[in-house]
């Protein structure tokens, strides 16, 4: 199939002009000038989206989402459900990592691993993370390096949880013996052998991850730390991790443009910089003593509608804001050909209204999923 995107305001994050883009089998094959007449001339199916008056980005990559669902910590009756290719496309989102949070007893990485090849074939580009919060964690084969290596949709390991009193209370050796496995098995598979994590609300912020990086012999590349808005001092601690070569990752939320803004305003790094849903993971709140108050639904729309009111809110430019969600995640995930619009990367494109910044595209690997803000594309059991 070929499609031919015409009359765009290109962001590629970055702005590169008013250019033409063709895709052509689920990559870009040119930017700038094309003969639609010779377009025309192949004597086969094509299509042609004039984006006068839109804007066209990468497509957003969201690196923490619960595929299976996520909660459980209110009892049974508190699982979320799990996702669906809608939520997702209808978010501006069309490449995902898919993980594991609290409850690694009744959620298997079998089955994870079955939900992200599903998305995969209804039109997303999925990946996913050996693991869950505890430590010894869950893993495929006998140990995350394996997983990593074995099992084809591993980019690392995830959620680690610290600072949580969920958590498997880890040393710090037993962190580095799982970054250590982790970044390994992403070298001898060409992967990003990053090891994703969570962090709770403990005072002990992110101390363990700086012990990690002062006393062994690992990169700090290989961390990517989330959760990180809980409270100043917690995100204090992440700049300060960011500067050492770490990514740090925001839940997106409204307060997040706020968040952004104080980032910036204190030197953090941007290139270290992430956004995620947390899509269908729970919303739990505890009170001092550890119990359950009340608990809601992450929406993976609140990736799109930050970055959005991030950009509204004048706190980054539209290609900062952009790079936050593209290219920076695609940086720190190691996934080739994805988080930008150039030559040979896929074609996940998004079209979006200058005026609004309403979606009216959505492309996939060049699969059309919204055309003129009507959803082409919906699960099977949807």
Known sequence: MITLIKNAELYA????GKQSVLVINGKISKIG????????????????????????????????VHFLGGGGEGGFATRTPEIQISDLIQSGITSAAGLIGTDGTTRHLT???AK???LEIEGIS????????DVPTLTFTDNVKDDAILIDKV????EIAISDSRSGQPSVHELAKIVGQTRVGGMLSGKAGITHFHTGPGKGYLSILHQLLDE????ASNLHVTHITRSRELFDDAIKLAARGAFVDITADDTTYEWISYYKKNQGDLSKLTISSDGNGSLPKFNEEGKLIGFGVASTRSLFNQVIETIRAGELSLEEALRLV????AEALKLEGKGVIQVGSDADLLVLSKDTFEIEHVFAKGKHMIESGNLLVKGTFE
């Open 116 to 118: 992200a090849r599903g």
């Open 155 to 158: 980019i690392g390991t995830a």
């Open 126 to 133: 999925t990946y996913i993370y050996t693991g869950n919060y």
């Open 33 to 64: 000038d094309v003969d639609e007449d010779a377009v025309s001339s192949l004597g086969i199916d094509y299509k042609i989206i004039d984006a006068e008056g839109a804007l066209v980005t990468p497509g957003f990559i969201d690196p923490h």
């Open 111 to 113: 089955s994870l691993l």
């Open 326 to 329: 593209t290219a920076n995640t």
């Open 216 to 219: 062994y012999e690992l990169p």
């Open 13 to 16: 994050p970055d702005f590169i």
